[in-house]
């Protein structure tokens, strides 16, 4: 049986994780591939820190050079988490010819095109399926099942630990810092949250998304991101009340010929399916024209199905091998596409205001609405405290232009602070 | 560029997608595949119908021999419905070394093991993507994605005619003779529910899920099959008291080393993913021991979205051809597994009752379930009408042997009727 040596780099949770789930299920991949993957070599940074992984068999080393110039190694894991260093290994050992999977979604959002470029002239594949939601295979899935369609939004729960703080704010009732709180001692957010809570990890997932959805290559400066540090429990509660769940949403949409993309909380009506992903769970729902709604739901991050779709990714790479068809993209689709103008751009949207209570504050906040020809779909006011009301607004379509105009005439009233000004997805 | 002509075999809805989505997506396909995709022939039963689809430069015949010998055609689609026709044809064709892609659950539940030979024999590819759950690209996903997993859980509502009743039932409170009306005006049920309201098409689909999740042949006989024509209001209500929706649910599970299969009403926790799935939607929940819970949620059926399915196996095999790596199976994973005994198969139930309202009539019941040594989670009784009384009981986890024991008890206690004994998954 032909041998197939693996060389990975890095060996923290999903490197671990595709130790154990390659030996584990040696005898399934060998019936399907026809070869036996060995991982020969794994590059570490600490040689002396214990593991709790059987690595029997395998060499540990901290020279990247072992892998690169083995001529053995075939395919390698990248799984180190650096976008600097990981693009510069990456780029030697596509030079060198080795085929790479990687889980960065990071180094895939901000150099996939030129690394995607240099795979090609090199007849390596360059694979990253566990870089867009862990354990669901939505990158492939694309590729395959949607080719034949044209694929007319993707919009996703694609962040684990920002689903599972709104899920616990919804649940428990608890402020943002208390839900945050919880999820850092269960290990599901980072002593540093900040890419995950403003949105920054979904963005680059979204990045990866639109590529493959719509062809189009969109830069992280291009994309407009928002996060849930700011989400007040009162909104979730008010939003519920009118029947939708808040969630941090990645909305990528062909409008006409344009694009849009973006990251940030959003109002989805309780009976459709993204309502219903609860805790640290991803979804993504892609809509097609032929096809209609499909949605993809699974484990979002975690040892073992990250390691899952880096080994689904390892055995397409074996396939490519045995037949000889290495070298073609990932995503063949490339397509040149706008970005869509803000005028161009329409939904409904949730409005949530700190007024000072003093008569005359309505006025001034429905001439605001009706300068930019925007109009209500429902208004209620409730006392917040002594000296201050709570003004909600739910509106009919408008424009990002519109949006943006009432957000800042709102914020130029005196005594009138605006809490939220999130989307709203239809019914 | 390369032209591949393709022949198609029966013009009905699925048919009539196919032709259209080709023609549309003409330019995205070939941009992929590098190849031109062409329908050069189509064998239909009657050809003077008038067809609501445009058939520019293709050829209409009722000679399926015009198919079979043309040497110009490399790739057919077989949409035309019946078992033995469909099954003598694709037959020929393999023979005469034709790729083939079907949507015909029933032939590939039923001869698919033999044609998936026969076609390897033949170098020739054998698809069929549009045969479970329409629009959901669910075969391919299993094959390519859990490749390095161990499934050990294939659940799902597959059947899109009886969750759209089931959830009539449930949202309108309606009987299911009233849902079942109410579908077949919308076109949702056929005239003739039998295939659908008994459980036997989703039955088909399960037989070819569980070839793919666990490489295991099982025959329709093997299968216990229940449907929903028998599922009261009552008992719907009942459950959502309780906290559950009640689903028509396709399981195969792997128990230890062997597998059980069944499709029937189920009792679903309201918040798990499968009991938000409404109306005509399908959904599959795939448990792997890696990878934890995915779902693959959509369409189950319709026009378009099931030509998508029949698209993305067109392109598939238009890959294989430009690469000479044509047939090899659909499904490569394959094992010698037996059927679990019910001894074995453990779930908790969901009784229902109904008592003629006498002194007694209880403590026969509670005799019932001690002799199989199963115990209650609750009991509720209610009045039915002026001489009976409803009873309502959820179990602890007990066995299909202790299950079915229970049943005959009460079936055989004077004035006690079983109208419903559900499987209950847990929270």
Do not use: W
């Not at 180190?80 to 780029?91: C, S």
């Not at 996939?112 to 795979?119: K, R, T």
């Not at 990932?330 to 409904?348: I, T, W």
């Amino acid at each position: 049986m032909r041998v197939i040596k693996i060389g990975v780099l890095g060996l923290g949770t999903v490197g671990s994780g595709v130790v154990r789930l390659l030996r584990d299920h040696q005898a399934k991949i060998s019936s399907i591939t026809g070869c036996q993957l060995e991982i020969k070599t794994i590059v570490v940074h600490n040689l002396t820190k214990q593991r709790n992984v059987d690595l029997a068999g395998i060499e540990l080393t901290d020279q990247f050079e072992k892998v690169l110039h083995d001529p053995e190694i075939e395919v390698v894991v990248e799984v180190m988490g650096t976008v600097d260093t990981a693009k510069k290994y990456v780029e030697q050992l596509l030079r060198a010819g080795k085929h790479i999977i990687t889980a960065n979604k990071d180094l895939i959002a901000t150099y996939g095109a030129e690394l995607a470029e240099l795979a090609r002239e090199n007849g390596c594949d360059l694979f990253y399926e566990a870089s867009v939601a862990g354990g669901i295979p939505i990158l492939r899935t694309i590729v395959n099942s949607f080719a034949a369609d044209r694929i007319v939004e993707v919009k996703g729960i694609v962040n684990g630990t920002t689903n599972y703080i709104l899920t616990q704010m919804s649940q428990q009732q608890v402020s943002f810092a208390a839900a945050l709180k919880a999820a850092q001692n269960l290990g599901f957010a980072e002593p540093d949250p900040t890419n995950d809570v403003e949105g920054i990890d979904a963005a680059y997932k979204m990045v990866i998304l639109t590529q493959f959805a719509f062809g189009m290559n969109i830069s992280m400066k291009q994309l407009k991101i928002g996060g849930i540090s700011d989400v007040k429990l009162a909104d979730i509660q008010q939003a519920k009340e009118l029947g939708y769940n808040i969630k941090l949403l990645g909305i990528a949409k062909l409008i006409e010929d344009q694009v849009d993309v973006s990251v940030g909380p959003v109002l989805v009506p309780k009976d459709q399916p993204l309502a219903a992903v609860q805790n640290e769970n991803n979804a993504v729902l892609v809509t097609g024209a032929a096809v209609g709604e499909t949605m993809f739901y699974g484990p979002g991050a975690g040892e073992l199905p990250t390691a899952n779709s880096v080994l689904s990714d390892i055995i397409a790479v074996t396939k490519d091998i045995v037949l000889k068809t290495t070298g073609s993209r990932f995503n063949d689709f490339q397509r040149d596409l706008k970005q869509a103008r803000p005028a161009d751009v329409c939904y409904s949207y949730y409005f949530s205001l700190k007024v000072k209570d003093q008569p005359g504050q309505m006025l001034k906040i429905t001439q605001a609405m009706s300068e930019a020809q925007a109009s209500f779909h429902l208004i209620i006011q409730s006392e917040l405290d002594d000296q201050h009301a709570r003004i909600v607004m739910t509106t009919h379509q408008m424009s990002e232009a519109q949006r943006n105009q009432v957000v800042a005439a709102f914020g130029a009233l005196k005594d009138v602070e605006v809490v939220a000004a999130y989307k709203v997805l239809p019914e």
